[in-house]
């Protein structure tokens, strides 16, 4: 069950809803959205309805909700989420393309693949200064080093930026840098990190984890959405199944899956999701033909000398290219392009 209260409604409002709820013996999780705030009930949902909820002021709306998932549930909110990040939109509305490297390994790297995704019309820069690698041997990233070189880029750039936060104590430091905070798929299940990032007031992206079902992937954005943080995008980046030519294998029906469960947005990962790069540009055709709010692709200067994640990153000749591409599919669907940045506000809000 989910209370919506209305726009207006005052803390007083909020708090004598959540002590009905808990005299009643239930719990009563509090999201604080931008335009309004709506509550979970978690607990025994017949004595929820036996509650005088409907009539308390600033309660506008009380939904019953069949799934384990409420808040990010499309029930809770008909209307699909809109994520503003800089001045674009990810949203149903428009195609958003993120691009850039895998790992920030150098300035001089990290800008290249900034410039070439700029020209190329990229709306959003991803480059990662933590890396999660299966390794310990493999490159970690520069740390803050590399949130450093990330300021470069969206300096030079204009866009806004993308960067995953691998540990709780990191979230601070990193959210004073990134546009938004991603949560990779190896931390999907990471409850405290999704708790942490949950508190922020800036957009998360959330991958789905190797082996989570979309159910699980939900219950993870949820976890976010509960401490008050809705501005959630999802990103599909393949599962693990018995196929070992693709690194993993996407799962494209995860779209308009989550399209149909949920409000939030959804993305694909088409690097991460095959590991190859010649599956990209195919793979990301395909996800906007069912419906994707935007892909996210690996690039590299020189992907033959990559620290990390070469064979599937495209060649800068490449982006371009791809991103005619999309442009052409997502017409097809009478969608266009996202918009572009009207410029950028001040990081570390
Ligand atoms: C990444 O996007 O760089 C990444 C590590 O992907 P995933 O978490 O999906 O493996
Ligand atoms: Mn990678």
Redesign the pocket.
Known sequence: MVVVMSPKATDEDVARVVDMVEDAGGEAFVSRGKHRTIIGLVGDTERFVALPLPGLPGVDELIRVGKPFKLVATESRPEPSEIPVGGTLISRRAVCVIAGP?AIETEEQALAAARTAKAAGAHILRG?AY??RTSPYAFQGLAKRGLEILAEMRAETGLPVVT?VLHTTDVELVASYADIL?I???NMQNFQLLREVGKLHKPVML?RGLSATIEEWLMAAEYIAQQGNQEIVLCE?GIRTYEPMTRNTLDLSAVPLVHRLSHLPVIV?PS?ASGRRELVAPLARAAVAVGADGIMVDIHPHPETALCDGPQALRSEEVGPLIADIAAVAQALGKPLAGHSHGLSAVGG
Do not use: Q
């Open positions: 895998c990662d890396k999660h995953e991603r990779g798929a190896r991958k980046r990962d991460h």
